[in-house]
């Protein structure tokens, strides 16, 4: 068949016509909400929620993210996840379960890579850091920080701040409880966030082992690496054991994400929904109080369990305690610095001052530097 480029009208019907086909009738959907807090016209060869996507993969907060901590610092190694690295493989995962749901790959790709953008340098050290500075004066967190990256601090465009993305994308931004009253999160929203759980959780046990930090021994305590490790050891006994690592972790992401899925069927099959209307109402009766996408009650209590030993091991190791107190004080100082001197703060923050005030300035400006920004600056002023 010879290929050749489709005019936009015939284009725009091939899409609704693989939408209507691919995705189910509880998926996302441009008519319902993609539309922007700046009108805008149409692409002739991309969906609305495409374009969110580049948008976001083009932004300045988007790349900063390769240089942002997961758990460990980026200095400490190349082969440890960052935060750029831990969304796309947020991506990834929930793009495979929302193609097994026949939910909007675009939208939930798109609520995938902008979930972090509004972290903080060093990880959730920083994070808590930067929220007890702003004790008494305001707080932080950085789910509301990346809305506020996408929705006014990125500046790319002559005609709106931000990046003026879909409403269905924002609202993917927002915590539950900042929602429109009686609004649910769309399906896309949901699975992102669960998917943003499964990547953590297995690639900090990654990261942990690779450190050292974290012991085989130790983790066999865990149910869900326990069940699988056993198989792998009778299975692959002349393989090396960093592969039967990768693979044992391999499986845990895995299972995880079968069990979202089939639990997920049963729950849109339980609940009746059949349309979308039905999804975004959900929590409207008092009864409807767990989400639509969620893990099984066994799933639910292994994952618990796995976070609760990273906790102990990994999240309250000696070394990453003294990573997480350093970059703690990296914080607190060029928080107390800036705070005391705003007029040091570069250039092009100086008109935030009188338009947003000292506090949200400051929010803004530590936010959005990288670990090596923050310990670079750190050390200047400190010298």
């Not at 959900?282 to 292994?302: C, D, G, I, P, R």
Request: hydrophobic share 35%; proline share 3%.
């Amino acid at each position: 068949m010879r290929f050749s480029l489709a005019e936009p009208a015939s284009y725009f019907e091939r899409q609704k016509a693989r939408a209507k086909n691919v995705t189910a009738p509880w998926a996302a959907t441009e008519t319902v909400l993609g539309d922007r807090d700046f009108h805008e016209e149409k692409h002739p060869y991309r969906s609305e929620f495409e374009r969110d996507r580049d948008r976001i993969v083009h932004s300045k907060a988007f790349r900063r993210l390769e240089y942002k901590t997961q758990v460990f610092v980026n200095h400490l190694g190349d082969n440890f996840r960052t935060r750029l690295t831990h969304s796309i493989e947020v991506s990834g995962i929930a793009r495979s379960v929302g193609r097994a749901l026949g939910l909007n790959e675009d939208l939930i790709e798109s609520i995938a890579l902008a979930h972090d953008l509004g972290h903080p340098p060093f990880g959730h050290a920083g994070e808590k850091a930067l929220h007890e500075s702003l004790r008494g004066k305001g707080s932080f967190d950085h789910n509301e920080q990346s809305l506020r990256v996408v929705t006014s601090l990125e500046n790319r465009y002559p005609y709106f701040k931000g990046l003026n993305l879909t409403r269905a994308t924002r609202l993917g931004l927002q915590k539950h409880n900042s929602l429109p009253q009686g609004m649910s999160h769309t399906l896309e929203a949901q699975i992102v966030d669960l998917c943003d759980e499964i990547a953590y959780s297995n690639h900090d046990v990654d990261d942990g082992i690779e450190s050292g930090f974290l012991s085989l021994e130790e983790i066999n305590e865990v149910q869900l690496w326990h069940r699988h490790w056993q198989k792998i050891q009778s299975e692959f006994q002349n393989t090396s054991r960093k592969v039967q690592v990768r693979y044992c972790i391999r499986n845990m992401i895995n299972s995880m994400t079968f069990d979202l899925i089939q639990t997920t069927k049963s729950n849109l099959e339980s609940a009746e929904i059949s349309n979308l209307t039905q999804v975004l109402n959900y929590h409207n009766t008092a009864q409807n109080t767990h989400m639509l996408a969620s893990f099984s009650v066994e799933m639910k209590e292994n994952v618990v369990e796995l976070k609760r030993f990273l906790f102990r091991k990994l999240y309250r190791h000696t070394e990453v305690q003294k990573m997480n107190q350093n970059a703690a004080d990296v914080i607190s100082f060029l928080f107390q610095y800036f705070e005391k001197s705003p007029q040091k703060l570069p250039e092009n923050f100086q008109p935030r001052l009188n338009q947003m005030g000292l506090y949200m300035t400051l929010t803004d400006f530590i936010a959005g530097m990288t670990d090596r920004y923050a310990l670079s600056l750190y050390h200047q002023l400190k010298a």
